[in-house]
């Protein structure tokens, strides 16, 4: 293989561990951002699904 | 060193992304990783699921009084999916987190027991099976991520 490629793919394999995790994170649909940001954001969620729930009750 | 050629240079972003996918795919993150990712999918179907059942309530395939049943369930869900968040994010042990991971399931079976089975509109009653069935194995999947 052509060593200039070769390079290339070595410079993207050892800079893609970063990359990797975003693309990860991006397919499991967490964004990219950190697990304790997920989780603050998730905690709000909940208690907007549980006002969501009690709008329906008072509805 | 040659230099690169037209087709190499074409070739290379392709390669780049089909590395990339693959080994994002194959990510495996660590376990803890892995449990907020579960418990992150955990709230994406419970707010689907609520949005199924509002959408059937108001198109008049469930009754009133079922659709108050339900959301009243759907309320300790939610409490109980803030907690197991809350949990994860303080680190608590594996045996807390499972014990509210058993409390959810419990509400889940009132939920599909008091609620969605009394649905007497069979399209409505296969609908929010169908949500209440994903949201079952997505609770299996943070048990799973939990290792026990």
Redesign the interface.
């Known amino acids: 293989m052509d060593p200039k490629i070769v390079a290339i793919l070595k410079m993207i394999l050892l800079a893609e561990p970063p990359v990797v995790h975003l693309v990860h994170d991006l397919l499991v649909g967490t964004g990219g951002q950190s697990d304790q940001a997920v989780l603050t954001k998730d905690i709000a969620d909940w208690q907007a699904i549980a006002a969501k729930a009690k709008a329906q009750l008072g509805s | ?5 037209r087709k ?1 240079i074409r070739i ?1 972003p392709l ?2 992304v089909c ?3 693959t ?3 194959m ?1 495996p ?1 660590t376990p ?2 892995k449990l ?2 579960a ?3 955990f ?2 179907v ?2 689907t699921f ?1 949005d199924v059942e ?1 959408a059937e309530f108001q198109s008049g395939g469930v009754e009133p009084q079922l ?2 049943k339900i ?2 369930g ?2 300790q869900v ?2 109980g ?2 907690d197991l ?2 949990l ?2 303080a680190n608590a042990t594996p045996q807390t987190i499972r014990q509210k991971l058993d409390s959810i399931y419990a509400l889940l079976d009132n939920l599909l027991n008091d609620g969605v089975l009394h649905v007497t509109n069979p399209k409505s009653k296969a609908s929010l099976e169908l949500a209440l069935d994903s949201v079952k194995a997505i609770v299996d999947n943070v048990a799973t991520a939990l290792g026990q």
């Open positions: 060193m040659k230099p690169l050629t190499s290379l390669l780049f590395l990339l996918l080994q994002a795919f990510c993150g803890y990783h907020v990712t418990e992150h999918n709230k994406g419970v707010a609520q509002i659709h108050l959301q009243g759907i309320l939610a409490n999916g803030k968040a809350e994860i994010q």
